[in-house]
């Protein structure tokens, strides 16, 4: 079983940028964030392939969210510009053993525990 473990949350005023980190502790294949505020469901952010090569955003936060990889550390990043008090949530890594892409939380086995970002003035 793949570990994963977020970081990088934290207290942004609104309009200022985070950068999320996700590590994992084997090799995975396609990787996504999702994130999930309160009373409401798990929503997807993007997908990234193995090689960083391929992504898929979501309309709701293309152009401000971009995703990359390093896997020699096994590393997946999530660079958040442009943040509003509506992109507060907690926001998860997950991954997957194969290589397709896909935007469903089901579609992927491994989840890290959450990292909480708040866009607050």
């Known amino acids: 079983q793949v570990q994963l473990v977020e970081s990088g949350g934290g207290v942004v005023q609104p309009g200022g940028s985070l950068r999320l980190y996700c590590a994992a502790s084997g090799r995975v294949y396609a990787m996504a964030w999702f994130r999930q505020a309160p009373g409401k469901g798990r929503e997807f952010l993007v997908a990234i392939s193995w090689s960083g090569g391929s992504t898929h955003y979501p309309d709701s936060v293309k152009g401000r969210f971009s995703a990359s990889r390093d896997n020699a550390d096994n590393t997946m990043y999530l660079q958040m510009n442009g943040l509003k008090p509506e992109d507060t949530a907690t926001y998860y890594c997950?991954?997957?053993?194969?290589?397709?892409?896909?935007?469903?939380?089901?579609?992927?086995?491994?989840w890290g525990q959450g990292t909480q970002v708040t866009v607050s003035s």
């Open positions: 997950a991954a997957r053993r194969s290589v397709p892409l896909v935007t469903e939380a089901g579609g992927y086995e491994n």
